[in-house]
């Protein structure tokens, strides 16, 4: 895997295996509330063994022309929504919102990352629906998933 080139040896991907979803947001409100890919570590992952997620919109590009640039956007710029916004970047309590643009690639490590989509809506219909293309990339065999951080469930999920 090319990635692991680059790579620290606990955060290796499998070579051989991979996951992935389409997801097609109608509008209408449609979201994903605040989340962790993988919960990781033995207290909770289940086995789930995604490490670094790959996020690409596939709507047309130029589908936000006219709105602000990265790190500029906020999900009050744009009617359509669907903004995927990351909780504690770049640094704790501070989010960071990134419109869904076309030909966009976001990036991610899937056992850390808080994060969530903002309400989707089609004033337009079709034209204006959220179109993303996830793939999971998972650990290899010397890759490890990282438990959740304690202080990091309170502080978002309630949760500790």
């Given at each position: 895997?090319?990635?692991?080139?680059?790579?620290?040896?606990?955060?290796?991907?499998?070579?051989?295996?991979?996951?992935?979803?389409?997801?097609?947001?109608?509008?209408?409100?449609?979201?994903?509330?605040?989340?962790?890919?993988?919960?990781?570590?033995?207290?909770?992952?289940?086995?789930?063994?995604?490490?670094?997620?790959?996020?690409?919109?596939l709507?047309?590009?130029?589908?936000?022309?006219?709105?602000?640039?990265?790190?500029?956007?906020?999900?009050?710029?744009?009617?359509?929504?669907?903004?995927?916004?990351?909780?504690?970047?770049?640094?704790?309590?501070?989010?960071?919102?990134?419109?869904?643009?076309?030909?966009?690639?976001?990036?991610?490590?899937?056992?850390?990352?808080?994060?969530?989509?903002?309400?989707?809506?089609?004033?337009?219909g079709?034209?204006?629906?959220?179109?993303?293309?996830?793939?999971?990339?998972?650990?290899?065999?010397?890759?490890?998933?990282?438990?959740?951080?304690?202080?990091?469930?309170?502080?978002?999920f309630?949760?500790?």
């Open positions: 895997h090319k990635l692991n080139q680059i790579l620290p040896e606990s955060h290796m991907l499998s070579g051989a295996e991979q996951t992935n979803k389409l997801a097609v947001c109608l509008g209408g409100g449609s979201m994903y509330d605040k989340h962790i890919d993988n919960l990781g570590g033995d207290d909770g992952g289940g086995g789930d063994q995604r490490k670094l997620t790959a996020l690409l919109y709507q047309p590009p130029g589908s936000h022309d006219g709105q602000p640039e990265f790190p500029n956007e906020k999900v009050g710029d744009d009617p359509r929504g669907g903004y995927f916004q990351a909780y504690d970047v770049p640094e704790e309590g501070q989010m960071t919102c990134i419109a869904p643009r076309g030909d966009r690639l976001i990036m991610f490590w899937s056992d850390s990352l808080v994060h969530d989509v903002s309400p989707s809506f089609a004033p337009a079709d034209a204006d629906r959220r179109w993303a293309l996830t793939i999971w990339f998972v650990v290899g065999e010397t890759g490890t998933i990282r438990p959740t951080d304690v202080e990091i469930e309170q502080r978002h309630g949760l500790g």
